[in-house]
């Protein structure tokens, strides 16, 4: 089975902007994976901010956006606010029989 | 709007069954898939499995032959049982739900599983 990985930490400044990046054991990401981008705040269920590469749900802040880069899925924060201060998780599908869905391992994100 | 509840959750001993729920409610008719996903104590979410519209269930390859999810579409209910539990099942058991292909849109706040002796 892949192992999907992600920065264990990356930290940012307010109104910085930084770059988290979510990776495959099976090769190159591609938008075939589905890319999904979540944040979890402490105490708190995990909120979807991405799905399928790039698109946004109505609740999620422009500051955020997605991307394919360098053979990885990368989630970009523009203009950095303390309240984005979370554990960032991306989710990459797995075509086959069957099907499977993965989380990496997380990356938590300090605004400081 | 699909608000989540799970419940279920507790303290069970290794080798036991505990069985959690999930209902939904709100614009339940919109809900094609539900899905469980987990997270450990100070851990990562991991996936557990997912019911689809039309009965199709996944399974993470790890827990397959242990945990059975199911689905009462009448009672808007999803259900996760869970055999022969082990210490590293102990986690929070989130509940999530969407209406089209794009998956994980609604969230449960979670219940948590303790396994210990």
């Known amino acids: 089975q892949a192992v999907v990985t992600q920065e264990p930490s990356l930290t940012v400044s307010p109104g910085g902007t930084v770059t988290l990046t979510c990776g495959s054991s099976t090769g190159p990401v591609t938008t075939t994976h589905y890319p999904y981008w979540f944040q979890q705040k402490p105490g708190q269920a995990p909120r979807t901010l991405i799905y399928?590469?790039?698109n946004k749900h109505s609740w999620t802040p422009a500051r955020f956006s997605g991307s394919l880069l360098g053979g990885k899925a990368a989630l970009t924060l523009s203009g950095a606010q303390p309240d984005d201060e979370a554990d960032y998780y991306c989710?990459?599908?797995?075509?086959?029989?069957?099907?499977?869905?993965?989380f990496g391992g997380g990356t938590k994100l300090t605004v400081l | 709007e699909v608000r989540l509840v799970e419940s279920g959750g507790g303290l069970v001993q290794p080798g036991a069954s505990l069985r959690v729920s999930c209902t939904a409610s709100?614009?339940?008719?919109?809900?094609?898939?539900m899905s469980w996903v987990r997270q450990a104590p100070g851990k990562g979410l991991e996936w557990v499995s997912v019911?689809?519209?039309?009965?199709?269930?996944l399974y993470a390859d790890s827990l397959k032959g242990r945990f059975t999810v199911s689905r009462d579409f009448s009672t808007n209910t999803l259900y996760l049982q869970m055999h022969s539990v082990r210490v590293d099942d102990t986690a929070v058991y989130y509940c999530?739900?969407?209406?089209?292909?794009?998956?994980?849109?609604?969230w449960g706040q979670g219940t948590l599983v303790s396994v210990s002796s």
């Open positions: 019911v689809h519209s039309r009965g199709d269930t």
């Open positions: 989710l990459l599908s797995y075509s086959g029989d069957p099907m499977y869905v993965l």
């Open positions: 709100g614009f339940t008719a919109r809900i094609n898939s």
């Open positions: 999530s739900a969407w209406s089209d292909s794009h998956w994980f849109v609604h």
């Open positions: 399928d590469t790039n």
